[in-house]
């Protein structure tokens, strides 16, 4: 019984590391390019291959991005230590 519990746990724990380049940059990529990216219009006031940004943005990124299982990759970024 104790391992259907355990593997209940595992199955529904969320991923406890969510990296930029792998997770993050890729939505980014999908949704903001070309203007947030090197040589766009918005890229000099807020540049979105930094991490940085994002961190300093947050969920405001949500009004462009709506999907909620990349909202989830976000807010997961959002949540690590720094």
């Known amino acids: 019984m104790w ?5 209940l746990y595992v199955r529904s724990a969320p ?8 997770d993050i940059r890729p939505i980014l990529e999908q949704r903001c390019v ?3 990216f090197a040589g766009g ?3 000099a006031r807020l540049p979105f291959d930094r991490p940085q940004t994002i961190d300093r943005l947050g969920t405001k990124l949500f009004t462009r991005i709506r999907d909620e299982k990349q909202r989830e990759v976000i ?3 959002l949540a ?3």
Not at 15 to 22: E, G, L, N, P, V
């Open 34 to 36: 070309p203007c947030h």
């Open 41 to 43: 219009k918005m890229y």
């Open 15 to 22: 991923a406890t590391t969510t990296d930029f380049a792998k």
């Open 3 to 7: 391992y259907l519990v355990l593997l």
């Open 75 to 77: 807010r997961r970024f």
């Open 80 to 82: 690590r230590p720094h």
